[in-house]
């Protein structure tokens, strides 16, 4: 399991070159080289499964958040491209991108006022934020052998987020 990310969000008119390289860094050169370093033990093996975690916004976008937004869709491209390289050798590549998840992290964003739970809970289809049991849950399946027809995909672990497409107020109302 490949995960290794930060994120500060700024306008991207705010944004200085060195927090720009340092979030490159670590979310993006961090995933290749750890992927890098697990596909030459691997692939010689012809034989594994490398997981990356990205996030939801390796799939969609958000203001204020453009090195993140990038690095994190790098993530996903990078597991696509490793997918389709490593396959044939017998080894799998696939990503998670975790939605809101109730983490440590999140918890001190709520208290610091950074973060409105409610809100999020309001606008995600399932109605609650996720729990850390939902992400490992579909890393043990996507590195098991019940996954061994899966490589190449970005699999969402959201509560329908990504796939809403209406305005937020909508699913509060229902």
């Given amino acids: 399991v490949n995960n290794a990310g930060i994120s ?3 306008p991207t008119l705010d944004l200085t070159d060195e927090a720009w390289d340092r979030m490159v860094a670590i979310n993006m050169r961090g995933v290749f080289l750890c992927a890098r370093a697990a596909g030459r033990r691997m692939v010689p093996r012809r ?6 975690i ?3 916004y390796g799939i969609v976008a958000a203001p204020a958040r453009l090195p993140y937004v990038a690095t994190k869709h790098a993530v996903s491209g990078m597991t696509k491209c490793l997918a389709d390289e490593w396959a044939r050798d017998g ?5 998670i991108g975790p939605g809101y998840t109730e983490t440590r992290m999140t ?3 709520r ?3 950074l973060f409105d739970a409610a809100q999020i809970e309001n606008r995600t289809p399932l109605g609650r934020l996720g729990q850390p049991e939902d992400i490992a849950e579909m890393a043990l399946f996507l590195c098991s052998p019940a996954a061994a027809y899966v490589t190449g995909q970005v699999i969402a672990v959201d ?7 209406y305005a937020d107020g909508w699913l509060a109302e229902r």
């Fill in 8 to 10: 500060v969000p700024c």
């Fill in 107 to 109: 918890k001190l964003n």
């Fill in 54 to 56: 990205t996030s939801i």
């Fill in 47 to 52: 034989s594994g499964a490398i997981l990356n």
């Fill in 91 to 95: 080894v799998r590549v696939n990503a």
């Fill in 111 to 113: 208290e610091a006022g």
């Fill in 159 to 165: 509560g329908g987020w990504t796939a809403y497409g």
